[in-house]
């Protein structure tokens, strides 16, 4: 099993700043891929960023350019690192891992979001 912890959301103002971190735990050496998800209000769960353990990130066409996501692999963490935050941004931010030899997803519980504006 793997156990995943996010933290780092809260309220910031447009054009700001957050990072957010996500720590796993449990059997973490057979995650091969972490990445970051959100959710808004009435809205499908949505890929924001992912990192595989050979170092390969990709992102949503919407943050590209405003967010980064980087990897500890001694820390166990996963980072999103979110700058000039907009108000679409708001939403649940949800952490992810996938196990390498059967592809099982674990997600965390996630962190909360707010822009205003």
């Known amino acids: 099993q793997v156990r995943l912890v996010e933290s780092g959301g809260g309220l910031v103002q447009a054009g700001g700043s957050l990072r957010l971190s996500c720590v796993a735990s449990?059997?973490?050496?057979?995650?091969?891929?972490m990445g970051w998800y959100r959710q808004a209000p009435g809205k499908q769960r949505a890929l924001v960023a992912t990192?595989?353990?050979?170092?390969?990130?990709n992102y949503a066409d919407s943050v590209k350019g405003r967010f980064t996501i980087s990897r500890d692999n001694a820390k166990n963490t996963v980072y999103l690192q979110m700058n000039s935050l907009k108000s679409e941004d708001a939403a649940v931010y949800y952490c992810n891992a996938v196990r390498a030899y059967d592809d099982r997803i674990f997600w965390g519980q996630g962190t909360r979001v707010t822009v205003s504006s």
């Open positions: 449990g059997s973490t050496v057979s995650i091969n891929l």
């Open positions: 990192f595989t353990s050979g170092g390969t990130t």
